[in-house]
């Protein structure tokens, strides 16, 4: 099993950053993580994945420029920088980890955390 802890999350204004953080626990090998993000009345989607050792990553269209996925093997933890942020950004972000590669995380994680509000004001 693996344990997926969100935290960073917050209100800011347009325009603001925030970062979130991800901490990772458990024996269980996972090829893959990356953030989903779901709004209010909308469906949970696809943000950001990285590869195991961190040298592939993958953006959805509406964050690529603004947003970096990293993670740091040695603490367990992957990050999400979230730059430039826009009203339409606010959601709920959920952490996630695959047993696939990161090519195919956005197709089904196999683990979830319980996610960290985003509320980003005009």
């Known amino acids: 099993q693996v344990q997926l802890v969100e935290s960073g999350g917050g209100l800011v204004q347009a325009e603001g950053s925030l970062r979130l953080f991800c901490s990772v626990s458990?024996?269980?090998?996972?090829?893959?993580m990356g953030w989903f993000r779901q709004a209010p009345g909308e469906e949970r989607e696809f943000v950001a994945a990285i590869s195991r050792s961190g040298g592939t990553t993958y953006y959805a269209d509406s964050v690529k420029g603004r947003f970096t996925i990293s993670k740091d093997n040695t603490k367990s933890t992957v990050y999400l920088q979230m730059n430039r942020l826009k009203p339409e950004d606010t959601a709920v972000y959920y952490c996630?980890?695959?047993?696939?590669?990161?090519?195919?995380?956005?197709?089904?994680?196999?683990?979830w955390g319980q996610g960290t509000q985003v509320s980003v004001s005009s």
């Open positions: 458990g024996r269980t090998f996972v090829y893959s």
């Open positions: 996630a980890a695959s047993r696939r590669s990161a090519e195919y995380f956005r197709a089904a994680p196999d683990y």
